[in-house]
């Protein structure tokens, strides 16, 4: 089952667009542009994305294309020299995709914890193979395995 991604009032020019590529030094890939057309800033429904065996995250928007150049400046030095994040993940982490098309495709989780580039995580070939790949969020298929929890504290006030 494919998740709403989110739409959009805000369609980005293309003076918007040449401008965030400039600041990035991107060149933008061609499902990109589409994408910006519709989801630009658009905040999908709660879904899930494979991380790895053991790890999977979910997108809880995605970035503007006015706060591309922000949100590229807070990343890793060494990784934004290659990649740009285009979608918040879970933890306060992003999702990239390379900044030009001759350095590479695909699509990449960014784990903020890991220095460098061991922080990138290759999800998905594509834009839109990683778009049709999140699912919903299903909270009865977490499954936890016996001693993986080692404690758990509830604050008594939570209730109230």
């Given at each position: 089952m494919k998740i709403n991604l989110g739409t959009t009032d805000f369609t980005?020019?293309?003076?918007?667009i040449s401008a965030a590529e400039?600041?990035?030094g991107a060149e933008f890939s061609t499902e990109y542009l589409s994408f910006l057309t519709i989801h630009d800033g658009a905040v999908?429904?709660?879904?899930?994305?494979?991380i790895s065996e053991d790890?999977?995250?979910g997108v809880t928007?995605?970035?503007?294309?006015?706060?591309?150049?922000?949100?590229?400046?807070?990343?890793?030095?060494?990784?934004?020299?290659?990649?740009?994040?285009?979608?918040?993940?879970?933890?306060g982490n992003y999702v990239c995709m390379p900044l030009s098309t001759g350095a590479g495709h695909g699509v990449f989780f960014?784990?903020?914890e890991i220095?460098?580039?061991h922080s990138l995580t290759k999800v998905s070939d594509s834009l839109v193979d990683f778009l049709s790949d999140l699912r919903p969020t299903d909270p009865e298929a977490v499954e936890l395995r016996p001693g993986q929890v080692k404690s758990a504290w509830i604050d008594p006030r939570f209730l109230e």
């Open positions: 980005p020019s293309r003076e918007q400039s600041a990035l999908p429904d709660a879904n899930v994305f494979r790890n999977s995250a928007a995605f970035i503007p294309v006015g706060k591309l150049a922000y949100e590229h400046g807070l990343i890793d030095k060494e990784i934004a020299k290659s990649f740009f994040p285009f979608a918040y993940a879970e933890g960014l784990d903020h220095p460098g580039l």
